[in-house]
């Protein structure tokens, strides 16, 4: 049988009232065809066999070998398309899936989160990048025992400035005054549109770190990091930011 427990709280109130249960799927391939096999059915399209699935550990299942025929085919966007999703929208999964991947491709034989963070620190360091301080624990930097320095940020942004696929990677990142969750800072000033800058944030902690053109035309890269400040004083600190910003973009290259 396809049964699956679920356990948990009713909210109080009156009989009929809406609420929202969150579940996990054993077998998302399976649950997909069950889905979709009901609605043939309901829209009176005749389907001769019931919904299959290969493993997943359900009782009906397909030999590995069976012939199968291609319904639809949905491609992937491209890695350079993720990255700017990720980016631009701050989304934790993505970035979650992204340490893991981009480790695959450092060392083939990581398996865990954990052997991810190791593999990439190793790739930093061999690109001469200064980890001192570098403990992240995830790809989302949700983690609260999570840590880097500004140091650490803007030696992996420089080292990524020298990699030949930095122009793709320079594309990903959102612009002050106009894109992504920058769009409305430091709105209507110099910085706008001069600045790329990627925003993070948890409670009572903000990063930004990115990219700049001085004056004088050299590109700079920069990390800003405030922990620890007063909740409800969130406006305050974006004001002092956004000055910052501000006087980012007035910097020469030797200043």
């Not at 396809?2 to 996990?24: D, I």
């Not at 954990?114 to 593999?119: M, N």
Request: glycine fraction near 10%; hydrophobic fraction near 40%; charge should be positive.
């Amino acid at each position: 049988m396809n049964q699956q427990w679920l356990t948990g709280k009713v909210p109080l109130g009156e009989p009929g009232n809406e609420f929202s249960v969150k579940g996990a799927l054993p077998d998302p391939a399976y649950f997909a065809a069950y889905a979709l096999h009901n609605q043939l059915v309901q829209n009176n399209i005749t389907v001769s066999r019931p919904p299959l699935s290969i493993g997943g550990g359900l009782p009906t299942t397909i030999p590995i070998g069976a012939k199968r025929t291609v319904i639809n085919q949905y491609k992937s966007p491209t890695l350079p398309q993720l990255i700017q999703q990720t980016n631009f929208q701050s989304i934790n999964l993505y970035a979650e899936a992204l340490l893991r991947t981009t480790a695959l491709a450092v060392n083939k034989h990581v398996r865990t989160t954990e052997e991810s963070v190791e593999a990439i620190t190793s790739f930093w360091k061999a690109k001469g990048v200064n980890l001192d301080g570098f403990r992240i624990r995830d790809g989302s930097g949700l983690s609260t025992v999570g840590a880097l320095t500004a140091d650490n940020m803007t030696g992996i942004l420089s080292a990524m400035g020298r990699d030949k696929n930095f122009p793709q990677f320079y594309e990903t990142i959102p612009i002050v005054g106009q894109t992504g969750t920058v769009r409305s800072l430091a709105r209507g000033t110099a910085a706008a549109g001069n600045i790329r800058a990627k925003s993070g944030s948890i409670e009572g902690v903000r990063a930004y770190a990115g990219y700049f053109t001085a004056v004088d035309g050299e590109p700079m890269t920069f990390c800003i990091l405030v922990n620890k400040f007063t909740p409800g004083q969130s406006r305050a600190v974006t004001n002092e930011l956004e000055k910052i910003f501000v006087s980012l973009v007035g910097l020469k290259g030797g200043d």
